[in-house]
C-alpha cells in the first residue's frame, strides 16, 4: 500500500496552485469593513447610545443597561446586514489560543413563535460553560464556573468561518469571584498600573499629559507546509512540530530563502490572509522570508496594546484557517525542525501620551530629552530589577528549544542599547556629580535627537542577539515564542515599569521637598538608577559562550527551562508587586504558576507518547521491513555461489540497522518508564521538572538512532515525509 507520503507527494505535483484570491485593489477600500468600529456604530446608534459607546472605548467605563441593549440592537442590525446569524464572546483562555462559543440571535418567544434578538444582557456578559478551560484550581476554590464580560476597548468584528459568519464580541473571562482566568483581563489591569504611573511622572515636564497607553508592534514568525505533506506526520499533526528528521543536504547555509522572492503557492496564501485581516482591522504591513527555508514573518503597523494583542490572537487563528484553503498548513510553533531556525515573535513596545508623545523617542529639546532619559532609564532598572519575571512571562516547552540556542536571544535577560546612548548613559553616571547643580546642565542639553541616524545603524546586526533591544523609539522584547499570546509578556512589561516609575516619583519627590530644583532631582534619580542597573547593559554577542560566563559574574540569572524558569511568579517579590499595582491577586499568581507548569508538562507528555508511537508503528517496522530485503539479497547471492566479502556491505548495513532498531526500542522502553515515574508524582512542579529533567533528554537520543536510520533505510520504505519534502516542496 502506498504511503500518505507518497500520496502526498503526487497530489503536490498534480495540484494546481493557481489559488483564486480575492483582494485585489485598494486595501483601504475594504480596512475594517468587518469591524464595528465608531464610524460604523454612528450610523446605527442612537446619539446617547453612540456617546456611551465612545465614551466607554476610551475608558473602559460602564454602559448602562438601556443603553447596552440600544448597542446591542444596533450591533445585531449592522452585522445581520452582512449576512451574520451568529454571536460569540470571544475571549483568550490561557491555552494561548482564542476561545468562542456560538450562539444564534435565533430565539422563541412564549408564544412559541420565531425571533432574532441580542439584547445588552448577551452583549455584555456571558456565562460560556467553559469548565474545562485550564484555571489552576481557581475555579474549584471559588466557584464552578466563570463568565465572560464586553471589553469595549475592543471593537466586535465579524469573523467568517467556512460559509458561516459570527458576530465576535472581544471579552475577559473571570471567574464568578472575580479571578482572571484569562490574558485580557490582567492585561487591562496593567495597562491601567502603567497609565497612573506614567502620567504621574509625565506631569514633572508637561501638565497637559492626561494619558498614557503601551504600544505594541508585534513580528510575527511562521512556517508555511503543504498540508498533505504535515499530515501525513503524526507528530506535526498532534504536536506542532517534527520530533524527528534528518537534516536535509541542504538547510539555512545558503541564505536564499532569506533574499528570494516569495514562493507563489506562498505568495497567494499570504494575499488571502492580509485580505482577511484587512477586513477585521488588523493593519498589516510588512511580509517577507525568513531566515530558515520555508519561513516567513508578518508585522502590522503598531497599535494601541490591549488591541494589538486581540489582533495578534485573531491573525494567528486566521492565517491557520485560510492556510486550508490553500491546503497549507501554519506552524506557528517555536521549533517545528530540528537543525534550522525557530520562530519568535518580536514585540515593540513603547509608550505613548494622549498629547501624541512617544515617551521612548529621544526628544529635540532638553526638556523632552529629560523626559526621554527618565522613561528610558526607568526601563532598563525595571528590566534589571524583574529580569527573572520577563523570563517567566516567555517560558514555554516550545520556546525552550529556542531559547539559547543561538539563534535566538540567551535565557540571560538583558537589554541592548547601542554604543551611542551607552555613552550617554556612561557620561550621566560619571558626569553628574553626587549632588547635580547648575554648570551640569550641560547634560541637559544632549542633542541626542540628532544622533539618532547613527545609533540605528549600531543597532543592525549584533542586537539581534539580545532579548530586549531599543530600536530608536521602542523597545522590543524579542524572547517572546511565536506561538505565544503577546500579553503574558506585556502584562509582566507594564507591571514593572509601573512599579519602577512609581518608585522614582516617589524619590524624585523627595529630593525636591529636601530643596532640590526639579530637573536636578530627577538627573539625580536616573544617575542612581544607571548606577543601580548598568549590570543589565549588554553590547556584546548574546550568543556567546563569553556572555554565559560574563552573566554569571554579574549575577544576572540564567534559568535554562520552563520548570524552573516559572518559579518567581510565585515568590514573595512578585506577589507584593502584582498586588500593588492591582494586576494580579496572590491566588491568581498561584493559580497561573500552576497552569504554565501544566501545560509544560503535558506538552512534554504528548511529545513522549507521540515519539514512542512513531518509532513503534512506523520506524522499526519500515527499517525491518528493509532488513528483510537485505536478507533476501544476501540469501540470493549466497544461493548463486558467491562469497562473504561480496556481500559484507549488505551485511553491515543489516547489523548497523539491528544496532539502531535496538537503540530505539530500549530507549523508549526507558523514556515510557521515566513518564510513569514523573506521573506518579503528586505535586506539579515537581512533576513538570521530572518531565524535563528524566523525560526530556530521551527525546534527543531517540531521534539520533532514528535520524541515522533515516540515512539507513530505503527512501521507498520511509513513511514520514522527509526535511527535503516538508522544508522545499510547496
Ligand atoms: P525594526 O526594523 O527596527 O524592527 P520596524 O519599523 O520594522 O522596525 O518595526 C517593527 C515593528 O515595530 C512594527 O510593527 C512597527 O509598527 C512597530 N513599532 C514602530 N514604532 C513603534 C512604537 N512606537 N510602539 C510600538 N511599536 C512600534
Ligand atoms: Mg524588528
Known amino acids: 500500500m502506498q504511503s500518505l507520503r507518497f500520496k502526498a507527494i503526487d497530489n503536490l505535483t498534480t495540484s494546481d496552485p493557481g489559488v483564486n484570491v480575492e483582494g485585489a485593489g485598494k486595501i483601504t477600500a475594504i480596512f475594517g469593513e468587518n469591524v464595528f468600529t465608531l464610524k460604523t456604530a454612528r450610523e446605527f446608534l442612537s446619539d446617547d447610545a453612540y456617546k456611551s459607546l465612545a465614551a466607554s472605548t476610551k475608558t473602559g467605563q460602564k454602559i448602562e443597561r438601556n443603553l447596552a441593549n440600544q448597542i446591542a440592537a444596533g450591533m445585531r442590525q449592522w452585522a445581520e446586514a452582512k449576512g451574520v446569524t451568529h454571536f460569540t464572546h470571544w475571549f483568550q483562555p490561557l491555552t494561548g489560543t482564542s476561545a468562542e462559543k456560538h450562539d444564534s440571535f435565533f430565539t422563541l418567544k412564549s408564544d412559541g413563535s420565531a425571533l432574532e434578538a441580542f439584547d445588552g444582557d448577551a452583549l455584555v456578559q456571558q456565562e460560556p460553560d467553559a469548565s474545562s478551560f485550564p484555571s489552576g484550581g481557581l475555579r474549584a476554590t471559588f466557584e464552578a464556573r466563570g463568565y465572560t464580560a464586553w471589553d ?52 514633572y515636564f508637561d501638565r497637559n499629559v492626561g494619558k498614557v497607553y503601551a504600544t505594541l508592534g508585534w513580528e510575527q514568525e511562521y512556517f508555511v507546509v503543504d498540508e498533505g505533506l504535515a499530515n501525513a506526520r503524526p507528530d506535526i499533526v498532534m504536536t506542532g512540530r517534527t520530533v524527528f528528521g534528518h537534516t536535509p543536504a541542504k538547510g539555512q547555509q545558503m541564505e536564499d530563502h532569506y533574499f528570494g522572492s516569495i514562493p507563489e503557492r506562498v505568495y497567494a496564501f499570504m494575499r488571502d490572509y492580509e485580505y482577511e485581516a484587512y477586513r477585521l482591522g488588523i493593519p498589516l504591513r510588512t511580509r517577507h522570508n525568513e531566515v530558515a527555508p520555508s519561513q516567513f514573518e508578518c508585522a502590522p503597523i503598531f497599535e494601541e496594546l490591549n488591541l494589538a494583542v486581540d489582533h495578534n490572537t485573531l491573525l494567528m487563528d486566521v492565517m491557520s484557517r485560510v492556510a486550508k484553503r490553500h491546503q497549507l498548513k501554519v506552524l506557528l510553533h517555536e521549533k517545528p525542525f530540528a537543525g534550522i531556525n525557530g520562530s519568535g515573535k518580536h514585540n515593540n513596545w513603547s509608550l505613548a501620551t494622549d498629547t501624541g508623545i512617544n515617551l521612548l523617542a529621544p526628544g529635540k529639546t532638553p526638556k523632552t530629552n529629560l523626559m526621554f532619559l527618565a522613561f528610558f532609564v ?40 547601542g554604543q551611542y546612548l551607552f555613552k550617554v548613559l556612561d557620561e550621566v553616571e560619571s558626569r553628574v556629580g553626587d549632588k547635580f547643580d547648575e554648570q551640569d546642565e550641560v547634560m541637559l542639553k544632549l542633542d541626542i535627537h540628532k544622533s539618532i541616524p547613527e545609533l540605528l545603524l549600531d543597532n543592525t546586526d549584533r542586537n539581534r542577539t539580545s532579548p530586549f533591544a531599543f530600536t530608536g523609539h521602542k523597545f522590543e522584547f524579542r524572547a517572546v515564542g511565536s506561538a505565544a499570546n503577546c500579553a503574558n509578556g506585556m502584562i509582566i512589561l507594564n507591571t514593572i515599569m509601573a512599579e519602577k516609575l512609581s518608585t522614582f ?77 492591582n494586576v494580579y491577586t496572590h491566588a491568581e499568581l498561584e493559580a497561573r504558576h500552576e497552569i504554565e507548569l501544566e501545560k509544560y508538562l503535558k506538552t512534554v507528555q504528548i511529545e513522549g507518547r507521540v515519539i514512542g508511537d512513531l518509532a513503534g508503528n512506523h520506524i522499526i517496522p519500515a527499517a525491518i521491513r528493509y532488513q528483510n530485503v537485505l536478507i533476501q539479497n544476501i540469501k540470493g547471492l549466497k544461493d548463486i555461489g558467491i562469497k562473504e566479502p561480496s556481500y559484507a556491505a549488505q551485511l553491515s548495513i543489516l547489523t548497523q540497522i539491528s544496532e539502531h532498531i535496538n537503540k530505539v526500542k530500549t530507549l523508549v522502553e526507558e523514556m515510557t518508564e521515566a513518564r510513569k515515574e514523573a506521573n506518579a508524582l503528586t505535586e506539579t512542579r515537581a512533576k513538570a521538572v521530572a518531565y524535563c529533567d528524566k523525560v526530556n533528554p530521551y527525546f534527543d537520543e531517540i531521534r539520533y538512532h532514528v535520524d541515522k536510520l533515516e540515512l539507513l533505510v530505503d527512501d521507498t520504505e520511509w513513511e514520514l515525509p522527509k526535511y527535503r519534502e516538508l522544508l522545499f516542496l510547496r
Open 152 to 203: 469595549p476597548t475592543s471593537p466586535a468584528f465579524i469573523m467568517h468561518i467556512g460559509q458561516g459568519l459570527t458576530l465576535c464580541i472581544p471579552t475577559i473571562f473571570v471567574s464568578y469571584t472575580g479571578e482572571s482566568l484569562d490574558y485580557k483581563a490582567p492585561l487591562i489591569k496593567s495597562i491601567e498600573a502603567l497609565n497612573k504611573a506614567a502620567v504621574d511622572v509625565c506631569h
Open 505 to 581: 516619583k516617589k524619590e524624585v519627590d523627595a529630593l525636591i521637598e529636601k530643596g532640590d530644583k526639579k530637573e536636578v532631582a530627577i538627573m539625580q534619580v536616573i544617575k542612581n538608577y544607571i548606577k543601580d542597573s548598568k549590570k543589565v547593559l549588554f553590547e556584546g554577542d548574546g550568543y556567546s559562550e563569553e556572555w554565559q560566563i560574563e552573566a554569571a559574574k554579574r549575577g544576572l540569572p540564567n534559568l535554562k527551562t520552563t520548570p524552573v524558569a516559572l518559579d518567581p511568579l510565585i515568590s514573595k517579590k512578585a506577589a507584593a508587586l502584582f498586588d500593588k499595582h
Open 378 to 417: 526607568n526601563t532598563i532598572k525595571a528590566v534589571y530589577d524583574h529580569a527573572d519575571l520577563l523570563r517567566a512571562a516567555i517560558a514555554s516547552a516550545g520556546n525552550d528549544h529556542r531559547l539559547g540556542a543561538n539563534e535566538a536571544p540567551p535565557a540571560i535577560i538583558s537589554a541592548y542599547i
